[in-house]
């Protein structure tokens, strides 16, 4: 099962709750799932970062760890923009909903959303990241 020792080079958390992305570091790092956590408490700050490194391969995210319900740049806002970058930034950083909303029409819309890979409810566990790690490299 050698799969499962893969590691990601960079993770991005995009979350306005401090507690939350506290807990979905520590997990990615205590599993080991990436070498590097980049985390934004806003979806406006996350866009910002991607805008200033989207020629850097590099700085770029595998995978976004992305929050729908966030104050003024929300998980949608923040996929409508998202689908504005280039191609770089688009085929290197995969998206996949970090979210505790229950919302099914919220789940439907963002799901449906060509960058979203996957969809988890909060908190991050193991067996989640065992299972991307699995099914999204």
Same mark, same amino acid.
């Given at each position: 099962?050698?799969?499962?020792?893969?590691?990601?080079?960079?993770?991005?958390?995009?979350?306005?709750?401090?507690?939350?992305?506290?807990?979905?570091?520590?997990?990615?790092?205590?599993?080991?799932? /990436? =070498?590097?956590?980049?985390?934004?408490? *806003?979806?406006?700050?996350?866009?910002?970062?991607?805008?200033? @490194?989207? !020629?850097? #391969?590099?700085?770029?995210?595998?995978?976004?760890?992305?929050?729908?319900?966030?104050?003024?740049?929300?998980?949608?806002?923040?996929?409508?923009?998202?689908?504005?970058?280039?191609?770089?930034?688009?085929?290197? /950083? =995969?998206?996949?909903?970090?979210?505790? *909303?229950?919302?099914?029409?919220?789940?439907?819309?963002?799901? @449906?959303? !060509?960058? #979203?890979?996957?969809?988890?409810?909060?908190?991050?566990?193991?067996?989640?990241?065992?299972?991307?790690?699995?099914?999204?490299?």
């Amino acid at each position: 099962m050698d799969t499962l020792i893969k590691t990601t080079d960079l993770v991005m958390l995009v979350d306005d709750n401090d507690t939350d992305n506290f807990i979905s570091k520590r997990i990615i790092e205590i599993t080991k799932f /990436s =070498k590097r956590v980049e985390v934004k408490n *806003s979806g406006k700050s996350a866009l910002d970062y991607l805008r200033e @490194n989207q !020629n850097n #391969v590099e700085q770029l995210p595998n995978i976004i760890f992305l929050d729908i319900n966030m104050p003024i740049v929300d998980g949608f806002v923040f996929l409508y923009e998202f689908d504005k970058f280039n191609e770089l930034v688009k085929n290197k /950083s =995969k998206i996949i909903i970090l979210s505790s *909303s229950d919302n099914k029409r919220d789940i439907d819309k963002i799901v @449906n959303n !060509n960058h #979203v890979i996957k969809f988890i409810t909060k908190p991050l566990t193991e067996s989640a990241l065992d299972e991307i790690r699995l099914n999204s490299f």
